[in-house]
């Protein structure tokens, strides 16, 4: 059988890659992510606006020999089935070319070594003047031209990555400056998200520093550790001989954190919208926010957060893509995935319910019940043997029915849909009704005045220590005890 050669036609191809569907934060992370496979420890990224503007991306790696550079600079340059460094954060050998190229027309790349420099160039307009794939490589005149370079000579290695001709981040932009503005912000979140774990310098890998114009990027993140509850041991999965590690976790209830914290885990979109699972490769951040269709994104599981560490010899079975935003579990990885989702998600539920607080405990006496209903619904009624009630009637017999009459109404009053759009919007619920210690301490000193005695005003007390409202307030309880030690 006979057969030809036909390469592709540059001009168009390289057009064609240009629209894979990168984000401006999304190319910069797959540039860093070539930085951290160099062994970089510290990574800066500048943004130019105006004039001749410019996005460079400068590491401290080990470089790139004349060899290194021109196989990182040709398309398709790795074959996605080899079998690669267990720290490779790469795949398709495409990932500088068409993160660069989906941004701008003109992509350089300089890298040293020791006292040897040298650099490569993808410009679009030369390519598609000459036809062909014509890799500019330039002399020592023309590094001495390019952004930032003084940076790139003043290390003893690394890379300079520099993004030039920006037509696709200048398009539909009235106010280019103002506009890159917005978008540097943008690419600040994502990488404080993407690499969290490395900037936070966790265990088995270099700890990695990251800049936006000098400005040193902080780690985000998105399991609050330290006050997140980790709601199952940690499972390990076992694929073609190749371990999944699994480690669910319950954030603390809204009212447990801080406006900061709440901002941090939710972002814009709020924390209902990043539940589910977040998945690692070498501990790069590559999908998160998604239950893969095993489960629908409620507001009682919004809680509920699945750290899943993969390594890079399964990319093929995740089916990862080009861009690094994209990745589908195995069918073999969802079955086990399915029964973590169920447990955690009523863990999520129940922090989400009880918000943390004693009526979950059996011992606690109420002051609403959480009543079922013959067709399977709830409603909530005051528990009208609440001591305080009792002691109403106590005092006052024969308004029993009136009473009673006042508390259904106020049952029936309850705003719920009202209260549940309250309590579901990712803002912490204050309560101007809340009571204070001396409001406590009045309530059980007028009802301790109906007992004489001082064993039965302790025997009172007591019950009350175990009784809602009063058994949030233990230091009012203790000083009530102490008043009655004292005076009798």
């Avoid at 603390?252 to 998945?279: C, N, W």
């Avoid at 447990?343 to 607080?357: L, N």
Wanted: one cysteine or more.
């Amino acid at each position: 059988m006979k057969s030809i050669n036909l390469p592709p036609y540059a001009p168009t191809l390289i057009e064609s890659t240009r629209a894979i569907g990168y984000s401006l934060e999304a190319a910069v992370a797959d540039i860093v992510d070539n930085s951290i496979a160099a062994g970089a420890k510290n990574v800066n990224i500048f943004f130019f606006p105006v004039d001749a503007a410019y996005i460079a991306i400068l590491d401290d790696g080990h470089g790139m020999d004349d060899a290194e550079l021109d196989l990182a600079m040709q398309y398709g340059s790795k074959n996605p089935s080899e079998e690669r460094d267990a720290k490779d954060l790469g795949r398709f050998g495409l990932g500088l070319k068409t993160a660069s190229l989906s941004q701008c027309r003109c992509l350089t790349v300089v890298t040293k070594q020791d006292d040897y420099v040298s650099g490569r160039r993808w410009d679009i307009d030369h390519v598609a003047e000459v036809g062909d794939w014509s890799l500019l490589l330039l002399d020592k005149e023309e590094l001495n031209d390019i952004p930032q370079i003084d940076e790139l000579m003043a290390l003893s290695s690394g890379t300079l990555v520099v993004w030039q001709k920006l037509d696709r981040l200048k398009a539909g932009e009235i106010n280019f400056e103002t506009a890159l503005g917005r978008k540097i912000d943008s690419v600040r979140d994502h990488l404080s998200l993407v690499y969290h774990r490395y900037l936070a310098g966790e265990s088995g890998i270099v700890r990695l520093k990251l800049f936006i114009n000098g400005q040193k990027i902080i780690g985000t993140d998105p399991f609050l550790i330290g006050k997140s509850m980790q709601a199952m041991d940690d499972e390990v999965l076992v694929i073609h001989g190749k371990k999944i590690m699994v480690r669910p976790y319950i954030l603390p209830h809204i009212s447990k954190m801080t406006a900061e914290e709440i901002k941090q885990l939710g972002g814009k979109d709020g924390l209902r919208k990043q539940q589910g699972f977040y998945v690692y490769r070498n501990k790069r951040l590559l999908v998160w926010g998604t239950w893969f269709k095993m489960m629908r994104q409620g507001d009682l599981s919004k809680l509920a957060r699945i750290q899943v560490d993969i390594p890079n010899t399964l990319d093929d079975l995740w089916t990862l893509d080009i861009k690094k935003s994209s990745a589908l579990p195995p069918a073999e990885v969802r079955k086990n995935l399915e029964i973590i989702i169920d447990r955690i998600a009523e863990r999520s539920k129940k922090t989400w319910t009880f918000r943390g607080k004693k009526e979950i405990s059996d011992t606690s006496v109420h002051m609403w019940n959480r009543m079922k209903t013959p067709s399977g619904g709830f409603y909530y009624e005051v528990n009208k043997s609440h001591p305080l009630v009792q002691s109403i009637l106590e005092q006052n017999p024969t308004i029993q029915t009136s009473l009673f009459a006042l508390l259904q109404q106020i049952e029936r009053g309850i705003p719920l849909n009202q209260l549940y759009v309250d309590l579901n919007n990712d803002e912490q619920l204050s309560n101007d009704q809340e009571q204070s210690d001396l409001d406590i301490i009045i309530s059980l000193r007028s009802m301790l005045d109906t007992h004489s005695s001082v064993a039965e005003k302790l025997i009172l007390l007591d019950s009350m220590s175990g009784i809602e409202p009063f058994s949030q307030y233990p230091d009012a309880i203790e000083k009530i005890r102490k008043e009655i030690s004292e005076n009798g």
